[in-house]
């Protein structure tokens, strides 16, 4: 690093990738693979810290699906991804990563995930492509800014100023800001004229003030289903939906079915008038787990109430549940009267959990938000404002769901953008 009165250098590229994270990863190695003298320019200390930080160490770094499963998941984000997944599929990512000695497994889930479950595996497969390429990897060089001169891009670091033929910005979002991902690429792509949605957090926890859910901390239910609802209304309609695993935590609530449904409640200007309804027994419909209790207070009158649920939820949730539906949990099932059976039905089957907020980016997985898709060429990932500008990964308005497509996203419209800088 130069100090402030050193005489900074200047050195020419072919193209220069700012960020070095999954889409940065492979722009930097499909540019330099083709030949064009290549810099990647990474601010931390190392590359991919947010790699190293995914799927708790592991690395899901895809979904075990074809490239229409990715762009179905993206919902109406996912037809701008057509040409990278083209370029940069599932099987092609995860042959990549396996030609470089990292074997994958598949989980009952779909996720794709290194045998070892070690994320370090996966950069060290992605870091020994690029340095064959002949890449060349610049680390604790922060960007400061970015201008054009003349037909080139100028890159102001804190060390020099680089001038390229080709810029490609692949600097993440907001989401874990510890790793270096601070929006920093908004305000470049802004400058060149590019209209930037505003950042939120997606995939994020849920807070709410409930006592009985905190004292739930650490239980985890494998299949939940769940919906965020405006509070209030009388026919209201969800605003998003999903199935699956679900946390209890501290401060709320966790899990892949919560953090899929998170995005619609960072997006609406008052999440406190939202519900999280639960069914904590999704694979029955309510008039189905009614006339499930009915039998069983017929077959087992004597038996608490407690003793006829299902014994398919942890004990302390359904005590819970009976505390919410204002039922002893002593009371003998014959003494559970029809309004008291239409409580215990919703307190299982819709269960509301008045929302007060998320842990905002601090614990997202992912940005919402971005440049906008729009002002970017899909076909190449090339800016639409500026020539030889190149925008790809988390710093485009483009978030799915967990599960490995967000880091596929990611790698596939940088080696997309790395192809054609």
């Known amino acids: 690093m130069s100090s402030g009165d050193e005489i900074e250098a200047t050195t020419d590229w072919d193209v220069v990738v700012i960020g070095a994270g999954a889409a940065g990863l492979l722009a930097a190695t499909r540019s330099a693979e083709r ?44 037809k701008f991804l057509h040409s990278a997944l083209a370029a940069l599929g599932p099987r092609d990512l995860v042959a990549l990563v396996e030609a470089e000695g990292v074997l994958t497994k598949t989980e009952p889930t779909g996720k794709i995930f290194p045998l070892s479950d070690k994320a370090a595996d996966v950069l060290g497969a992605l870091l020994r492509r690029l340095e064959r390429s002949g890449c060349v990897l610049a680390v604790e060089e922060p960007v400061l800014s970015i201008g054009r001169f003349g037909d080139q891009f100028a890159i102001l670091t804190d060390a020099r100023t680089l001038t390229a033929q080709s810029l490609v910005i692949t600097t993440g979002g907001c989401s874990y800001p510890g790793s270096g991902t601070t929006g920093d690429g908004y305000a470049w792509a802004a400058s060149f004229g590019h209209t930037i949605i505003p950042a939120r957090p997606a995939l994020v926890p849920i807070e709410t003030n409930l006592g009985w859910v905190r004292d739930l901390k650490g239980i985890t239910i494998p299949d939940v289903g769940v919906s965020v609802e405006r509070r209030g209304q009388q026919r209201p309609q969800p605003l998003a939906s999903q199935r699956g695993s679900f946390l209890f935590t501290h401060f709320g609530l966790s899990g892949p079915a919560v953090l ?3 995005r619609v409640i960072t997006g609406n200007p008052n999440p406190a008038e939202l519900d999280l309804v639960c069914d904590f027994l999704p694979g029955q419909t309510l008039t189905d787990f009614d006339e499930s209790l009915q039998a069983a207070v017929r077959q087992s009158g004597k038996q608490p109430v407690a003793a006829i649920l299902p014994d398919l939820l942890p004990r302390r949730l ?25 409580r215990l039905v919703l307190a299982f089957k819709q269960c509301r959990i008045p929302v007060i ?11 919402a938000g ?27 308005d483009l978030d799915g769901p967990i ?19």
């Open 35 to 78: 030949g064009h003298r290549t810099l990647l320019v990474e601010k931390n200390r190392r590359p991919g810290v947010k790699i190293l930080m995914s799927g708790g160490t592991r690395c899901n770094l895809t979904q075990a699906c074809d490239a229409r499963g990715i762009v179905e998941a993206f919902g109406t984000q996912g």
């Open 260 to 262: 899929d449904v998170s």
């Open 318 to 342: 359904t005590d819970a549940l009976l505390a919410l539906a204002e039922i002893p949990g002593d009371l003998r099932a014959a003494e559970l009267g029809k309004a008291a059976r239409a």
């Open 357 to 367: 907020g998320t842990l905002g980016f601090k614990k997202a997985e992912v940005t």
């Open 370 to 396: 971005g440049i906008s898709l729009k002002e970017v060429d899909s076909r190449t990932m090339q800016s639409k404002l500026a020539p030889h500008l190149y925008l790809a990964g988390e710093v485009l």
């Open 403 to 421: 599960g490995g497509y967000n880091f596929q996203a990611a790698f596939s419209t940088g080696w997309l953008a790395g192809g054609n800088a």
